[in-house]
């Protein structure tokens, strides 16, 4: 019987849906595992190969802890709410949700086709009501919290309301956007809306002016990674930086949790490492500096105040509200062309930036010990969201101060007594002795840093700043507040109406608010986003619902707000809701929450090493503090798949003035031989680099009739690894895969590829060798010529079962440590070695069906059934490693005289030295080398040699 994977993947698809074998509930009676990948967004291009390397290698672990015994949950939805959707509404008038379902049926349907064993029954969508009502719930939390930054907790807003009645703000220590003073009387005499107000400078979800990625040919604000080069990554349309309003979430509030959890969970050092730097911990103080001539001072943030006698200049970064103030009309007007110039930059540009900009404001900042002016500049290597906004520019111990300083010739001063200032120079050695100006200078108080190491020195200047009065103490992070608007109609709609121009909250239990019909998509004309076009777009507060926006009185009757959410909002929190799917009464109950708790195993991309994991990781944090999520990281282990890269294919067109005559391709080896254009070519419609000539005609009209210079008959294509890329032609469609190959050879090959983690390129040319394996496994069970069915109750050989456990031994260690490619190496030995052994043994052969049955389920579950099991494969027991069987029962050794390799022997494994030299010199093919000798001695090496030495 032929092994036919089209019948047998077909037909096992059909029998797991009828028979739920993928669906999971919670059983007390055994361990959890809870497996999970990153989100993705149903995209009208469908699935390439690369695609689904994740999904295998998380399919692979889940099917394989199920058979270890675990109770294993393995969900999938989608990510449905993005900008693609929305760019092809307002270009074609279709709405956004019926692109999206159509672009999830196909992903659903190429999904089952490669046999993956989600939990269907558990799918969600963050486009669907029922999900997006737990977001908005969360955000309404949010905007109900603060954070304690004693306690490094949320807490209700109405215990801060408690405070200020009682105390005002003394002795308040909590997480807050600027810094306010007030006491309890003056709390209690502000009206309802500047409490509101107030209140805002503290809540986790609030409003906030910010700096943000405005597109105006798209409308909306962009996160930094949909920038390129200025312009957006979607349409290339340009991006400035422009203040806005826009919903806020305080992250930076939670970012020393952020740190601490890295150390409990198992992550590469290099995505730990990412999410460190992004967070950014600093630990340093913030000083006074007074502006010459003027009656203010403003604040700047350092880690090295001892450095405060290298300071040669000040910057201030461009957003920032001091450049109004002190820039001097002489230098007015070159501010404002460096302001229009930076306004075009996003954040991410301006940080990899190598190239010195800037601009001298005019105005001078007084140095609080030395009294001297110090030039303040305006340069865009400062972040307004960083500290202060500020920063006193030491050259001689920083490296981009000391580029701004070379670049526009200012001052530097070294510190460190006998260093010599240059670029390899800035970071001082612990130990290393710290300097006051020359001598005779006169400082603040007589204030000197003279024979201090560096650690004293800055413990010093922090004491001193602090009791001047100068500054305070504190902690920095890079991590900035989350934007949470997006000027889009296809998104999660806030839960916000606008009372006295102040938000309030759809009441809870009127939730989820839904997303209105508009007959267009775009912006507004007076410039509103486009639920601006909404008719049914106002919260009547009597009735509880929502209402034609006509109606709006600001009485009854209220605006609601006209933003919707960001991508990340419905993909933050997602995974506790595959716990418990179905729970009309809360985004996850406690009986499904303690029970799966967080996920175990989380694959997706390294591009999400930032943004998702750190808002996710947030979101999550804050919902411990609420108590819904028992688990304070949502992810325990996390593996980033690598990249399947393309394998382009060239044709070469010989060039001609005359474009009247049907072109003309040569084949790859005879291309030097002419003047030629390489051009890219559908790798679909070539195989093993021959390209099919008739295929390649129908591909491009321009081609119809053309001539081609072939190679022994062929026409050979050329070939490079790029990515994988629609323009270049090299994206593969799975479904093209499974249908010549199956199912079972597409997961084999994809694992075979190389390493999980590694980038690699794809070559349909090499998939021939995963398909053959599959065929030499079915012929283990099937006699191709007769259909015989070959297992046999036969007692299996010690070879069998040799050959058997290696492989126990191999698969289990590799699958523990996601080295699939060397597991499928060793399957390929392992079905070698049976075949050799015409192994027939049942016992023997069951066994490697369940080893192969998380690579290449439908072909394992096939033989499973014809062996006689009524059940699934996926319940069978995995097999256990048993070392006694790879323990040598003999030893075979090269049998050397004088040195000299003669002929090799078998001993028994336990045969002592003794024993090994009377059986070699008994041994007849001795007696030749022995003739008219004499044996001085014999030498036995264990598990080598033995050299008997002669005369």
């Keep these: 019987m032929e092994y036919n994977f089209r019948e047998i993947e077909k037909r096992w698809q059909s029998q797991w849906v009828k028979d739920k074998t993928y669906h999971t509930t919670e059983d007390s009676a055994k361990e959890k595992f809870y497996v999970l990948n990153m989100f993705p967004y149903p995209s009208g291009a469908g699935l390439h190969v690369g695609h689904p390397l994740g999904y295998i290698a998380s399919d692979i672990y889940a099917r394989y802890k199920r058979l270890k015994g675990f109770n294993v949950l393995n969900p999938m939805g989608y990510d449905a709410y993005g900008l693609p959707a929305e760019q092809y509404a307002i270009q074609t008038g279709q709405h956004p949700e019926v692109t999206t379902v159509a672009n999830i049926a196909r992903y659903r349907q190429q999904l089952d086709n490669i046999g993956f064993s989600f939990d269907w029954d558990r799918e969600i969508r963050t486009c669907d009501p029922k999900y997006y009502h737990w977001t908005q719930w969360a955000f309404e939390k949010m905007f109900g919290s603060f954070f304690c930054n004693s306690c490094q907790k949320a807490e209700p807003i109405e215990k801060l309301v408690e405070h200020f009645n009682e105390k005002g703000t003394e002795g308040l220590d909590v997480a807050e956007s600027e810094h306010l003073e007030f006491t309890a009387e003056e709390w209690r005499a502000m009206s309802d809306v500047e409490k509101q107000k107030t209140l805002m400078n503290y809540r986790i979800a609030y409003l906030g002016e910010t700096m943000v990625n405005w597109c105006a040919g798209l409308g909306t604000v962009l996160a930094n990674d949909e920038v390129v080069n200025g312009v957006s990554e979607r349409g290339g349309f340009p991006v400035v930086q422009k203040k806005m309003q826009q919903w806020c979430l305080r992250t930076s509030a939670y970012s020393q949790r952020l740190l601490d959890g890295l150390d409990t969970v198992d992550w ?127 050259p001689a111990h920083d490296s981009r101060d000391y580029a701004f300083a070379k670049h526009f010739n200012l001052p530097i001063t070294p510190l460190i007594e006998g260093a010599d200032v240059s670029e390899e120079s800035f970071d001082a050695k612990e130990g290393t002795v710290c300097n006051s100006p020359a001598a005779g200078k006169e400082t603040l108080d007589g204030f000197s840093l003279n024979g201090l190491s560096v650690k004293e020195a800055i413990a010093k200047t922090k004491q001193f700043v602090t009791e001047k009065g100068m500054g305070r103490v504190k902690v920095n992070y890079r991590l900035r507040d989350a934007i949470f608007s997006r000027q889009r109609y296809w998104g999660e709609p806030f839960p916000v109406y606008y009372k006295d121009g102040m938000p309030q909250m759809v009441p809870e239990d009127c939730l989820p608010l839904l997303l209105p019909e508009i007959e267009t998509y775009k912006p507004t004309e007076t410039g509103e986003p486009p639920l601006g076009r909404a008719k049914m777009w106002a919260w009547d507060v009597e009735k509880r619902q929502v209402v034609d926006k006509a109606l709006v009185d600001n009485k009854t009757v209220f605006p609601l707000e006209l933003n919707t959410m960001p991508g990340f909002a419905g993909s933050s929190a997602y995974y506790l809701r595959y716990m418990d799917p179905h729970n009309d009464t809360c985004l996850v109950g406690k009986d499904a929450d303690n029970y799966w708790q967080n996920v175990d195993l989380y694959v997706g991309g390294c591009e999400h090493a930032t943004g998702h994991l750190i808002y996710s990781r947030f979101w999550n944090k804050f919902l411990f503090d609420l108590g819904v999520s028992c688990k304070e990281e949502p992810y325990q282990k996390l593996v980033n798949q690598g990249m399947i890269q393309g394998r382009s294919n060239f044709v070469y067109r010989v060039n001609s003035d005359d474009h009247s005559k049907a072109p003309v391709f040569v084949s790859y080896n005879l291309r030097k031989d002419y003047d030629v254009t390489p051009i890219h070519v559908d790798v679909n419609i070539v195989s093993a680099d021959v390209l099919d000539i008739e295929a390649f005609k129908a591909w491009r009209p321009e081609y119809a009739n053309a001539e081609f210079v072939l190679e022994d008959g062929k026409y050979i294509c050329g070939w490079a ?113 049976l075949a050799q052994q015409k192994c027939r043994a049942k016992q023997v052969l069951e066994q490697l069906v369940v080893l192969i049955a998380p690579f290449a389920p439908h072909i394992a579950e096939e033989l499973w059934h014809a062996l006689g099991n009524a059940t699934t494969v996926c319940d069978a027991a995995w097999p256990v490693f048993n070392p006694q069987y790879l323990v040598e029962s003999e030893v075979q050794l090269t049998v050397s005289f004088n040195g000299k390799a003669r002929f090799q022997k078998k001993f028994a494994a336990d045969a002592t030295n003794d024993e090994i030299q009377a059986a070699v010199l008994a041994d007849e093919q001795s007696a030749k080398y022995l003739d008219g000798k004499t044996v001085v001695k014999v030498i036995v090496v264990p598990k080598k040699i033995v050299n008997v030495v002669i005369k």
């Design 721 to 833: 690894v790029e990515k994988m890329s629609k323009s270049m032609f090299n994206v593969v469609n799975p479904d093209m895969i499974v249908e010549k190959y199956g199912a079972d050879t597409l997961r084999l090959y994809e694992m075979f590829l190389g390493p999980v983690e590694a980038s690699k390129p794809w070559d349909t040319n090499g998939i021939d060798g995963c398909f053959r394996f599959l065929k030499k496994f079915w012929a283990l069970f099937y006699e191709n010529r007769t259909d015989e069915f070959l297992p046999t109750d036969a007692e299996p050989t010690a070879d069998n079962l040799k050959s058997l456990h290696k492989l126990i031994k191999k698969v289990t260690e590799d699958i523990e440590h996601f080295s699939y490619n060397t597991s499928i190496s060793a399957f390929m030995i392992a079905v070698g070695e």
């Design 268 to 394: 590469s050092d290099s995505i730990k490492e990412t999410q460190k730097n992004w967070i950014g911990r600093s630990e340093g103080t913030e000083m006074q500096f007074k502006v010459a001539g003027q009656d203010f001072d403003f604040t700047i943030f350092t880690t090295r105040a001892d450095t405060i006698f290298g300071v040669t200049f000040m910057v201030l970064a461009p957003e920032s509200e001091l450049v109004a103030q002190l820039t001097t009309e002489e230098h007015k007007a070159e501010v404002d062309e460096y302001l229009a110039y930076v306004k075009k930059r996003t954040e991410l540009d301006r940080m990899a930036n190598r190239n010195v900009t800037g601009v001298f404001s005019g105005s001078y900042a007084v140095n609080p010990f030395t009294g001297e002016n110090i030039p303040i500049w305006i340069s865009e290597y400062v972040l307004a969201g960083y500290g202060t906004g500020a920063i006193m520019a030491v």
